[in-house]
């Protein structure tokens, strides 16, 4: 029988359309392939100059910027939706709104290997990136004219990566986007209204109870696919400790979300075909407002299924894969 | 440059990344055949036993439900996200809100004619279409137990559609849709902040004295481009009447409708490549409450580029094609 059921966080409803619950198989959609010419990567070692010029790189001692001996290299993106040459400056003109188009887009190449995605990595490997997001998020929201640091990856043509070679992007902005404010919004009244709880806590606290969704755990991490997931095979990684910020995380919270990231991702690699998926990081905004009742975490959406003329228009979606279902799948379980 | 606009009705902000404007040229998705095969059409002449039960139609008289002799046929969905034999009771259980799936799912066969998309069709066809639509929200609005009824198209495999015969379809639910529920919380606000004014009404004037994101007009509507488009070539079709529910449209603005219709998707075919599309519907509840705040409209997504991971997940849309320049092509100047 299918359900309607309401987002933990936001007031978003969704439909889990359990008559024809839908297994990794069901699935069919049409994959581009994907580039294997390297030599024409402007993310391969040897094809610096095919960049803007580095802002952050890990590499050997004594390499020069701009050339190979890098692990992990961040640079400007080449088409950037945002330049950090001018100033904020907001216009308000009866019902127009607008602000220049200030702020930052960089790309982190995670690894010089085309071929070698989060799961084929080490965890040393792992952990050196999300030092690298740590600090580029820690850098960007220091500029006082930064509101949101923004913390993505594309996976694969279909969920929007223009390019094959692993990296993640970071966007900078002056405003604080609708989905942030929404989730701010409904866990800041939650915080008032029982005197100090996070609702994210309660969330870990109410899924480690009932067991169904979640798919991973470890001594910092939640790995679990959420309630009313909008998405087959959504899910989310929530950290134990409370905290709004996820450029405050601690060193062996960073090995943690390694083990993390290397699990989840090889989870829905291996168990769903190896489909496009986009990751978000939601942190806190920079712009020196408290958000105490805030609670960092990643989310993961595959891209299995098209998104329909509703979903886009309403934020009302049909889910046909049950998250209990996504969660044993993902657990190796059915 | 680029620019960060806010959206008029919610608090949603975009990019125009003026720097890289894309024409539709520009534009390179992969594109799916659609199916010329209609003997194998559930919803083509002859094929009526392929689908579920009629529940309405407009036939030739004398002619048999589920036979031939149709001109629009309406048809419930035969894989039902929702279905009406139970019953809405919610259920609250902690943190986890649900109601038993129940609702509405139709599909509107909009013509016998396979290849027959609303460009081709006659002014009188496509008033017959939007006739029925109104028949059929209001006739599901009348459920007491439906709080808002949505309709939408979508056009091409690509935006959703599973088969290529004309069609639309609604889906009545026990729940109001996030995005419907931020249009009438921000509504409702500027009505009581400015002692009864329509925020849409404003757009209408607004944007009518500007000129330059206005597609087309009538004497009882408006197309625009919006001022902060998600998408290239996103338009608006605004009734120029204030009046919060479409099922109250009039019969001389349906025939208005039917001329907007046809010439704002004859537009974005022939000026756009025959792109995917969503056109969803947007009126107010049909749960009893004063909606007086509130003006329906038809909102139109083209699908030409691919939704990003930040897009997803924080609201937020990068949109390579300012509404000026796509309101300057679909009229036809560039």
Not at 107 to 129: N, Q
Not at 143 to 172: C, T, W
Not at 174 to 203: A, H, Q
Not at 230 to 259: C, G, Q, T
């Amino acid at each position: 029988m299918s359900e309607l059921r309401k987002d933990y966080i936001t007031n978003r409803w969704i439909v889990i359309a359990t008559e024809r619950a839908k297994r990794p198989h069901d699935f069919k959609m049409p994959r581009e392939s994907i580039s294997t010419d390297t030599s024409q990567c402007p993310f391969c070692p040897g094809n610096e100059k095919m960049t803007p010029p580095e802002v952050y790189a890990i590499r050997e001692k004594g390499t020069e910027p701009d050339t190979p001996g890098w692990t992990i290299r961040v640079v400007p993106n080449k088409f950037p939706a945002l330049k950090s040459d001018k100033e904020p400056i907001m216009r308000a003109n009866h019902i127009f709104y607008s602000v220049d188009g200030f702020g930052y887009h960089e790309v982190i190449i995670e690894t010089p290997d085309h071929f070698k995605e989060i799961p084929e990595r080490s965890l040393d490997e792992i952990a050196m990136l999300v030092r690298v997001w740590r600090d580029r998020i820690a850098e960007l929201s220091s500029d006082p004219r930064i509101k949101f640091v923004m913390l993505f990856k594309n996976y694969r043509p279909e969920a929007g990566a223009s390019l094959s070679h692993p990296h993640s992007q970071i966007i900078a902005l002056p405003i604080i986007p609708k989905r942030i404010l929404e989730e701010l919004e409904f866990s800041k009244n939650f915080y008032w209204d029982t005197g100090g709880l996070c609702l994210f806590d309660m969330v870990i606290e109410e899924e480690k109870e009932r067991k169904e969704r979640i798919v991973y755990e470890n001594d910092n991490f939640v790995v679990l696919s959420p309630y009313a997931a909008r998405v087959p095979f959504e899910v989310w990684i929530l950290p134990k400790r409370h905290e709004p910020y996820f450029e405050n995380i601690r060193a062996n919270e960073i090995e943690s979300l390694a083990d993390t990231l290397k699990v989840t991702l090889e989870a829905i690699r291996s168990k769903v075909n190896d489909p496009p998926y986009n990751l978000m990081l939601h942190t806190a905004p920079s712009d020196g407002k408290p958000y105490e009742y805030y609670h960092w975490h990643i989310e993961i959406m595959p891209k299995l299924t098209r998104i329909a003329g509703f979903e886009w228009g309403t934020g009302f979606y049909i889910n046909p894969t049950p998250p209990e279902l996504a969660a044993r799948i993902l657990r190796g379980e059915e």
